[in-house]
């Protein structure tokens, strides 16, 4: 386990590869169907005329809306680095009611209840991104603290995903006696979350190298859940340097 300290996040920011030139980028919505209605995706394209790799993001409770910004940072880092990138809506309306109006413990058991259809949408997203012209057939997944969970789960039950990067997550409790299979992971945690308590992601560590998949966390002293969704914070642009960086060396590039 790595910790990050200010100064290694001052020059993860210098090493960052993000490139002006993908800032601003016109997403391509795509519709896929699924056995719960059609799920949107969003598609961000690198450039190039090679078969590319892609990953999917799975965003966190409140949905790409929450801010998008955030995301589009991590979309952006991945195109510069030659790696196609999906904004996948897993949830449905339904979903979305139940986690933005009702108490904690409803949200909870809906979240629960909601594991295993969550992951197979994703799965359906899978799908339709390897059916496409330009896959190379490489394809990571990207999750933000519940949408962690969903991807963790996904990858335990499709072996298609080559490798998985998770922030501030974990994986769902009734399917971690499930893992027999996990691609190559990286989990960045805030120390101080109080939202999803460092142990969670340790504990998918923990899981994943037991499986046999090359697994490492790395820790942010003092930083609390959501922590790269702020917009100066060195460390902000540490964890995004280490995704695209991740990602560049399990999927390659175009």
Same mark, same amino acid.
């Given at each position: ?11 993860? #920011?210098?090493?960052?590869?993000? $490139?002006? %030139?993908?800032?601003?980028?016109? @997403?391509?919505?795509?519709? +896929? ?16 005329? &090679? ?9 966190? %409770? ?25 904004? +996948? ?23 629960? @209840? ?8 994703? $799965? ?6 390897? @059916? ?9 997944? #990207? ?7 969903? &991807?963790?789960?996904? @990858? ?9 990067? +998770? ?18 992971? #990286? ?8 939202? +999803? ?15 046999? &998949? ?15 969704? &702020? ?24």
């Amino acid at each position: 386990m790595h910790k990050i300290t200010r100064r290694s996040a001052l020059l993860g #920011l210098a090493l960052l590869p993000i $490139s002006a %030139r993908t800032a601003g980028a016109e @997403a391509e919505q795509l519709a +896929v169907a699924t056995d719960e209605g059609d799920m949107t995706l969003s598609r961000f394209a690198a450039s190039g005329a &090679a078969k590319r790799p892609a990953v999917l993001l799975l965003h966190g %409770r409140g949905g790409f809306e929450m801010k998008p910004a955030a995301y589009e940072r991590h979309a952006n880092a991945l195109m510069a680095a030659g790696i196609d990138c999906y904004l +996948v809506r897993y949830m449905t309306e339904g979903d979305t009611r139940i986690l933005s109006s009702r108490p904690r413990p409803e949200r909870e058991a809906h979240e629960t @209840a909601r594991f295993e259809a969550w992951a197979r949408r994703s $799965s359906a997203a899978i799908s339709a991104v390897l @059916a496409r012209p330009d896959s190379s057939g490489r394809i990571g997944l #990207l999750g933000f603290s519940l949408g962690g969970y969903v &991807a963790a789960a996904t @990858a335990v039950r499709d072996q298609r995903v080559t490798a998985l990067a +998770v922030l501030y997550g974990g994986m769902p409790d009734a399917m971690a006696s499930d893992v027999k299979h996990l691609p190559p992971l #990286l989990e960045l945690h805030g120390e101080a979350d109080r939202n +999803v308590p460092l142990s969670e992601g340790e504990r998918l560590v923990k899981l994943a190298k037991a499986a046999g &998949a090359e697994a490492e966390q790395v820790t942010y002293p003092g930083k609390t859940h959501g922590f790269d969704f &702020a917009d100066t914070d060195p460390a902000t642009f540490d964890a995004i340097g280490r995704v695209a960086r991740f990602f560049g060396a399990h999927l390659g590039s175009a």
